[in-house]
């Protein structure tokens, strides 16, 4: 089970940190993403982590301004989003599976959580 926060209103420019929590002891197995789906356009790849968290990986769109990481003793993966525009405005889900090989399209994922919404005002 998955469960997103850090969510908010920010102004363009700003930041947020994203927080995804997991349940289950296998935690350090599981692929990690985010993916995000504004008002009337089909969800969107935003990033990807690795199990160790040695590989991460970014949509064009966010390369260099947003960080995914994860804590494999507390369970958590997160997304640091800075220099926001209002085109990042969208909910943000966190996404997992555990299955090997690349993972960069919401088919590849399994489990997801119940997403946060996050606004940038312009």
């Known amino acids: 089970q998955l469960q997103a926060s850090g969510g908010g209103l920010v102004q363009a420019g700003g930041s947020l940190r994203l927080s995804c929590a997991a349940s289950?002891?296998?935690?350090?197995?599981?692929?990690m993403g985010w993916f995000r789906q504004a008002p009337g356009k089909e969800c969107e790849f935003v990033a990807a982590?690795?199990?160790?968290?040695?590989?991460?990986f970014y949509a064009d769109s966010v390369k260099g301004r947003f960080t995914i990481s994860r804590d494999n003793a507390n369970n958590r993966v997160y997304l640091q989003m800075n220099s926001l525009k209002p085109e990042d405005t969208a909910v943000y889900y966190c996404?997992?599976?555990?299955?090997?090989?690349?993972?960069?399209?919401?088919?590849?994922?399994?489990?997801w959580g119940q997403g946060t919404l996050v606004t940038v005002s312009s």
């Open positions: 996404a997992a599976d555990p299955r090997a090989g690349l993972h960069l399209n919401p088919a590849d994922f399994g489990s």
């Open positions: 289950g002891r296998t935690f350090s197995s599981y692929f």
């Open positions: 982590i690795s199990w160790s968290g040695s590989s991460t």
